[in-house]
């Protein structure tokens, strides 16, 4: 483990593990308690105004923006974020959504130099490759999109789940194809994120996996809403999830 | 730019894209195996993502300074004995290759494929003054005999199978029913040929032009540009305003992405460089050629935050990559350029009211930008559309104040509790019957629930799981 790696950080957690996939939130907190690292959680943290951002309407996201702005600001903690794509938000779209704001502007550019997604924070800032966790049977990592092409970081998860001491890692087709999720697109454009989600869910139903494991709660959410209407048994995992088996030994 | 079915809406033509079993298998065979064939043709590329940004500079470069390579290339296109035209809008470059026909006494006219020639319907225009149109371009010449218009700005006939194609010539030339597309081919060309060398005119679209030179590139595989633009009298070819390139050179680069973003291949088999008409002494060209250079809003998005939609080749793919694409088609779209680029270039010419649907049909996944080989940031001014047509009022109410009431909870971390504390006792109700999975939940959200279940939020919250767990630890320390 990189041994000028900070000792502390603050967790985003995200309004959707918040709500829907909180023991996702927890299993990052594991995992980064038994690597050593003290975790912060800022109380007054909600939502980071993605889903208004990308529909449109830029000034709801703007407020949110200044909300979770000023609450990371009290600690001058690295920010953990297990999400590709609230890390994505909180990295390029809050700099761009401030470029002309005087306060939150150089605020935003702060925020996003010091923010990291979960995955991305163990590979690169702590240099944390195998956490010799467990877990049985086929996996598949789905890659989200702002993850690997909206943040570019492509390797570290594949890495971390690489290293599992057992179970079998697999290829979905397709793996880097969006899986129609895409925030309020579900909903506005229902029809066409279905016949997306359609192509996802046969893909992964073809891999013949037990699991899919991503690092975002929200493409997560719609592969098993599809998967639990389709009758399937395979289950969804946020990448904390599966690293939360490993047992600390000696580092 | 013109709405093609201005009566039926947006989410009318994707459900019947959806809908459509034909096209579903037509899509399926050709996006996917170009979206390969990109990917292997720019990996035989040595520094491909050199080349890359090479690209985006020279674009850039161009557009910053284009009135000035405008007025080289038309000067040099003078000097080589060619004309030049600016046509403000569709209107007006109508007018001008109607005139030319007239001057001419042109009855019938070969066109190579050009993009720029759908976004002003000049067949329409053509045909209107008597004169016949033939389109030579196998695909273009497909949806000619069919009626019907470009799904795809590289491919336009690509939303049919090759069985529809067989039974449409069956049907309207009067031959066999073929099911080998290599048969297809050479019924087209054997009535096409006749055509070549009967037209007065040839009217050609334009990759890029060069200003150093006044030379036109016209990229094509099947042979049916080079004879319309040499067989006829009259050559008119067809450019907007913002594909010109400053030098041979930069043109050069320009190939080495073209045709390897659009069908994998190194080079295409036609790049016809052409500068000027006939020259005395040569054997084959027009008497006459026409540069029409069409502006129809370009100008006024180089100025914009949009400008860098104008750095587009026009390789075709971003619409191959997109996963909305492959599902419903370019028909869908209703504009001339659909897909990605077409979700941008469209509003961006023609105004955010009639087309604030395009820009929401995207999951913002960002294929486009990857396989750009301009690197042009399509997501980002999608977003940027979207904001646009909030404030022209195109928001539907319901998401407006939803979005507001949300923002207003978030922006107060004790109303945002009490809101996902409604939100966890409602869905716990409405998934009370089915483990915890709601299966239909009230409009507008059943757009979700159409083909998945959603969760109900979760008995004990993050915080409340966190507060709990730092508790604990707590008590532990004492002990």
């Given at each position: 483990m990189n041994p000028n790696a900070p000792r502390t950080i603050q967790l985003f957690v995200t309004c959707l593990i918040e709500t829907l996939r909180p023991e996702a939130g927890m299993a990052v907190v594991r995992v980064l308690e038994s690597l050593g690292i003290r975790v912060e959680f800022p109380r007054a943290q909600t939502c980071c105004g993605q889903p208004a951002f990308n529909a449109g309407a830029w000034d709801d996201a703007r407020a949110m923006g200044r909300h979770t702005l000023d609450v990371l600001a009290q600690s001058d903690a690295p920010i953990v974020v297990p999400s590709g794509s609230c890390g994505d938000m909180l990295v390029h779209h809050y700099p761009e959504l401030f470029a002309a704001d005087p306060k939150y502007g150089p605020l935003a550019e702060q925020i996003a130099a010091r923010t990291y997604e979960f995955s991305q924070f163990l590979v690169?800032?702590?240099?944390?490759?195998?956490?010799?966790a467990r877990c049985a049977g086929r996996l598949a990592y789905h890659p989200s999109c702002h993850l690997s092409r909206?943040?570019?970081?492509?390797?570290p998860p594949r890495e971390l789940l690489s290293n599992l001491q057992d179970g079998e890692l697999v290829e979905i087709p397709g793996?880097?194809?969006?899986?129609?999720?895409?925030g309020l697109f579900a909903i506005k454009m229902g029809e066409i994120s279905s016949a997306m989600l359609a192509r996802k869910l046969d893909a992964i139903e073809s891999a013949k996996v037990e699991t899919v494991v991503g690092c975002d709660v929200s493409c997560l959410l719609h592969l098993s809403g599809g998967l639990h209407r389709r009758g399937s048994k395979i289950e969804t995992k946020h990448l904390a999830e599966i690293l939360d088996s490993y047992v600390p030994t000696n580092i | 730019m013109s709405q093609q079915t201005s009566n039926v809406t947006f989410h009318e033509r994707v459900e019947d894209a959806l809908r459509d079993q034909i096209l579903h298998v037509a899509l399926e065979r050709t996006t996917e195996r170009f979206q390969r064939l990109r990917v292997t043709g720019m990996g035989s590329l040595p520094n491909a993502d050199a080349v890359r940004d090479r690209v985006r500079l020279i674009r850039a470069h161009t557009l910053s300074r284009l009135d000035a390579y405008l007025e080289q290339f038309a000067a040099n296109v003078e000097r080589a004995g060619g004309h030049v035209h600016f046509a403000a809008d569709a209107n007006a470059l109508n007018r001008i290759v109607a005139d030319i026909a007239r001057t001419h006494d042109v009855k019938s006219v070969v066109k190579g494929k050009s993009m720029i020639s759908e976004e002003a319907e000049l067949n329409h225009a053509l045909e209107a003054q008597g004169v016949r149109v033939v389109e030579t371009d196998l695909g273009e010449y497909i949806i000619q005999l069919a009626g019907e218009r470009p799904s795809?700005?590289?491919?336009?006939?690509?939303?049919?199978t090759k069985e529809q194609v067989g039974q449409l010539f069956h049907e309207k030339?009067?031959?066999?029913?073929?099911?080998?597309p290599a048969e297809m081919t050479a019924a087209a060309r054997a009535i096409l040929r006749f055509e070549f060398l009967n037209a007065d005119m040839g009217v050609s679209g334009v990759n890029f032009g060069v200003a150093a030179t006044g030379t036109i590139c016209l990229v094509e595989n099947e042979g049916n540009g080079r004879l319309t633009t040499t067989a006829p009298r009259v050559h008119v070819a067809l450019m907007?305003?913002?594909?010109?390139?400053?030098?041979l050179d930069d043109l050069s680069v320009m190939l080495q992405v073209l045709a390897r973003s659009a069908t994998?291949?190194?080079?295409?088999v036609y790049t016809n460089l052409i500068t000027g008409p006939r020259r005395n002494?040569?054997?084959?060209?027009?008497?006459e050629l026409h540069i029409i250079l069409l502006d129809n809003g370009r100008s006024r998005v180089?100025?914009?935050?949009?400008?860098?939609?104008?750095?587009?080749?026009?390789?075709?793919a971003c619409l191959n990559a997109c996963p909305v694409y492959r599902e419903?088609?370019?028909?869908?779209?209703?504009?001339v350029y659909p897909g990605p680029v077409g979700a941008v270039l469209t509003p961006a010419l023609?105004?955010?009211?009639?087309?604030?649907d395009l820009p929401q049909a995207?999951?913002?996944?960002?294929m486009c930008r990857e396989a750009c080989p301009a690197r042009i940031d399509i997501p980002r001014m999608l977003l940027l559309e979207r904001d646009a047509a909030t404030r022209a009022g195109q928001m539907p109410w319901w998401l407006r104040f939803g979005l507001h009431a949300y923002s207003v909870a978030a922006t107060r971390p004790a109303l945002f509790g009490l809101a996902a504390w409604g939100a966890r006792v409602g869905t716990r109700i409405l998934g009370a019957s089915n483990q915890g999975w709601i299966r239909a939940l009230p409009p507008p959200l059943n757009a979700w629930t159409q083909s998945r279940d959603f969760p109900a939020f979760a008995n004990e919250s993050f915080r409340a799981q966190w507060e709990k767990y730092q508790g604990e630890n707590q008590e532990q320390k004492r002990k």
């Open positions: 690169e800032v702590l240099g944390v490759k195998n956490l010799k909206g943040m570019g970081i492509s390797a793996a880097n194809e969006c899986c129609g999720f895409g | 795809h700005i590289l491919a336009p006939a690509i939303h049919k030339l009067g031959v066999p029913v073929y099911t080998e907007g305003l913002e594909r010109i390139v400053p030098t994998g291949q190194k080079s295409a002494g040569e054997g084959d060209g027009p008497d180089l100025g914009t935050e949009f400008a860098e939609i104008l750095y587009c080749i026009r390789c075709g419903i088609g370019g028909h869908a779209y209703g504009s023609g105004g955010i009211a009639p087309w604030s995207s999951s913002l996944c960002g």
